[in-house]
């Protein structure tokens, strides 16, 4: 929110006639106990979920009787702190659900601090340190037992992908339902064969699609023809890939209207998935790698498939860009509260925003519901050597950034030395590779193993825990260069500007072959290059300059 849509905001919230269950002002004025501010977020969770709100408010310095700004302090002069409340709030409610925003208002009577509080979700009331809370009027109070089974039977008609809607089973597109049905068999192969005898309607009620003889929301995203999508109005469904070139600038798009099952592969048959050439210095890694793996592609679509928040309108973008990056939007929160919540987690998510469309989803083979799906994805990454996943929650939106490329050679050193680092301490690695500013606690961890050097917030990758580089500088000569590849080079260099001296192609190639070799060894390996290629008869030296001997020049 802007400064202006904030001062709108409290003001209309200054103007209400009294606190009401889902707005508390606090003064605040020196700080605020944070116990009690933990049993207000979970009240204010849960009177918003009651009062059918999307959210609820708690507002530092202003006091309660006649709405006055008196300024507050509360963890005022550190933004970082202030923001890191966030993640203390999470550690301590039900599936880590936290603020969806904290706000500063420096006004002329004084510094107000308005936290924005998201309702607990259908089915699910939040607690905090294991307890539930809400209010009776303007009362802190626990959440009474009425109230706690009122939200918990949401779960049972909060799906809105398992309501039904006016489409039949001819809007159906044939070649989605062989493909549900094929992919159905795959991840049910012991009743393959029962399978395989079903009509139509005999899968699609087997699967929940079709119940008392009426489709749901999610057989039309996943199996409809595009004109079914009309029984979705006012919502019309679709993702949207847009092609970037490095200023920004759009080049090529495409929408696509399901059916989503055959959507994915549609989508990704538009992405540019160039081959990516690199030498990782004293590794077996291939020289040749796809940017971006298919099958993370594939699972960061069909989240935001499954997870999008389809009340919200809106559409799924995928937008690819030709420096070597690709992103994934979908409207909605991201319900588990965070990355490292699922990174870590042993179990399953204990509940889904779309249940019936992500479960189907899984049974059709498009999908891990159960989080391993992220999981890969870094892993993925990891052995690549290339950036970890990057995530973005903010504006009520979940984005998703893959990075097909590598950003900073000591990052990827740094990997390939050290096979044993967790999963945890290459993501904050990561972080210092994207300039992002790290807590205390992280320094502490990452400076403990000497994984980053320099002062905050200057830090920078240590390479000082690998091999000596004189060692690894040692094995890629023993072990040999791809030389067919810089002779390539010479060849093109030379075909195209006709001769050139020694220093010339020195110049084109030393930023080529691995940072690991020194200057010396540089000018050594070209020079070998050199006397390889005139041997063979593919260059000649004269006057000091090299040429090619069928060259026109």
């Known amino acids: 929110m802007t400064e202006a849509q904030l001062i709108q905001k409290l003001t209309e919230l200054r103007s209400l006639p009294a606190e009401t269950e889902v707005m508390e002002f606090k003064e605040a004025k020196n700080g605020f106990d944070f116990t009690k501010l933990g049993k207000y977020f979970s009240a204010l969770c849960n009177e918003a979920n009651l009062k059918g709100k999307q959210e609820a408010w708690l507002v530092f310095g202003v006091e309660n009787n006649h709405r006055n700004i008196v300024g507050s302090l509360f963890r005022n002069g550190n933004r970082p702190y202030l923001d890191s409340l966030k993640g203390e709030i999470a550690n301590k409610t039900t599936n880590r659900i936290t603020f969806i925003e904290i706000y500063e208002l420096n006004l002329p009577e004084g510094r107000v601090v308005m936290l924005q509080i998201p309702a607990a979700p259908p089915g699910f ?242 999908i891990d519901s159960i989080g391993s799906g992220i999981k890969r994805m870094f892993r993925v990454q990891r052995e690549r050597f290339f950036p970890m996943p990057d995530y973005d929650f903010s504006g009520n939106k979940v984005k998703l950034t893959l990075t097909g490329k590598v950003l900073d050679m000591d990052y990827a050193r740094v990997l390939v030395r050290n096979p044993e680092l967790s999963l945890d301490e290459i993501i904050l690695l990561d972080k210092v590779q994207k300039k992002k500013e790290l807590t205390d606690a992280e320094v502490r961890q990452l400076k403990a193993k000497n994984l980053i050097e320099g002062r905050k917030p200057n830090f920078h990758i240590s390479v000082s825990v690998a091999e000596k580089t004189e060692q690894k500088a040692d094995y890629i000569l023993s072990k040999g260069i791809d030389d067919d590849y810089y002779k390539k080079l010479i060849d093109e260099y030379l075909k195209k500007f006709g001769k050139a001296k020694r220093a010339d192609l020195e110049k084109v190639l030393k930023s080529k072959l691995p940072g690991v070799l020194t200057e010396e060894q540089k000018k050594h390996k070209i020079k070998n290059l050199l006397q390889a290629m005139k041997t063979e008869q593919r260059i000649k030296l004269d006057e000091g300059r090299f040429w090619v001997p069928d060259s026109p020049f």
């Open 125 to 366: 009331p939040v607690s905090f340190e294991g307890h539930y809370y809400g209010r009776d009027g303007e009362e802190l109070s626990p959440l009474n037992l009425e109230e706690i089974e009122r939200i918990r039977r949401q779960s049972a008609i909060s799906d809105w992908s398992a309501v039904t809607c006016p489409a039949t089973i001819v809007q159906l597109d044939d070649d989605a339902i062989a493909k549900a049905k094929y992919n159905y068999k795959v991840k049910n192969p012991r009743i393959a064969a029962e399978v395989e005898g079903w009509d139509n309607s005999t899968f699609l009620t087997k699967t929940k699609l079709l119940v008392n003889g009426q489709l749901t929301r999610t057989a039309v995203l996943l199996l409809g023809k595009p004109e079914a999508v009309a029984q979705l109005s006012p919502l019309q469904p679709q993702i949207s890939w847009v092609l970037y070139n490095k200023e920004k600038v759009e080049r090529d798009y495409q929408h696509f209207d399901p059916p989503y099952i055959l959507a994915v592969d549609e989508v990704f048959a538009k992405i540019r998935n160039l081959k990516y050439r690199y030498l990782m210095d004293g590794t077996l890694f291939p020289d040749e790698v796809d940017q971006y793996d298919p099958q993370n592609v594939k699972e960061a679509l069909s989240n935001c498939i499954a997870h999008m928040d389809y009340t919200l309108g809106g559409r799924i973008s995928v937008a690819e860009n030709e420096d070597g990056y690709i992103s994934f939007t979908n409207p909605g929160s991201f319900l588990p509260g965070s990355i490292k919540e699922v990174i870590e987690s042993e179990e399953p998510p204990s509940f889904y925003r779309n249940t019936l469309l992500a479960k189907t989803m899984e049974s059709f083979n498009m």
